[in-house]
Nanobody
Framework: QVQLVESGGGLVQPGGSLRLSCAASGIIFRIYAMGWYRQAPGKQRELVADITRGGSTNYAESVKGRFTISRDNAKNTVYLQMNSLKPEDTAVYYC??????????WGQGTQVTVSS
C-alpha cells in the first residue's frame, strides 16, 4: 500500500533552519507530483510548496525565498528545506503525493515549532 513517512520536524528558534523529508513507498514515485502542506492550530490546511514530476515548483507567497522543495527520484523522497523560520511557520507539516489520475495520498505529518 502507499506509505508516505515524514521526518525532520522539531523545535527551532526564529531565524533557524530545518529540512523535512518525506519517503514514499508503494507508488511509482517519479510519475507523482509531490507537495508539502501545513496546518496550524485552528486553521485550515494550506499548500506550502509543490513540485511536478518534471521538477517545476510552486510556493505559497508566505514562504517564497525562504523554503525550497526538491525531490530525489532515486530515493523516492521529497524534501522541504526551510530557512529563516518564523513563529508563524509553526504547524504540522504534511506530505502529499498526487498520481497522474489526480488521486491523492497523505503522510501522517511532522510537527514544526518555531519559538525562542
Amino acid at each position: 500500500q502507499v506509505q508516505l513517512v515524514e521526518s525532520g520536524g522539531g523545535l527551532v528558534q526564529p531565524g533557524g533552519s530545518l529540512r523535512l523529508s518525506c519517503a514514499a513507498s508503494g507508488i511509482i514515485f517519479r510519475i507523482y507530483a509531490m507537495g508539502w502542506y501545513r496546518q496550524a492550530p485552528g486553521k485550515q490546511r494550506e499548500l506550502v510548496a509543490d513540485i511536478t514530476r518534471g521538477g517545476s515548483t510552486n510556493y505559497a507567497e508566505s514562504v517564497k525565498g525562504r523554503f525550497t522543495i526538491s525531490r530525489d527520484n532515486a530515493k523516492n523522497t521529497v524534501y522541504l528545506q526551510m530557512n529563516s523560520l518564523k513563529p508563524e511557520d509553526t504547524a504540522v507539516y504534511y506530505c502529499k503525493a498526487v498520481s497522474p489520475e489526480r488521486l491523492g495520498y497523505w503522510g501522517q505529518g511532522t510537527q514544526v515549532t518555531v519559538s525562542s
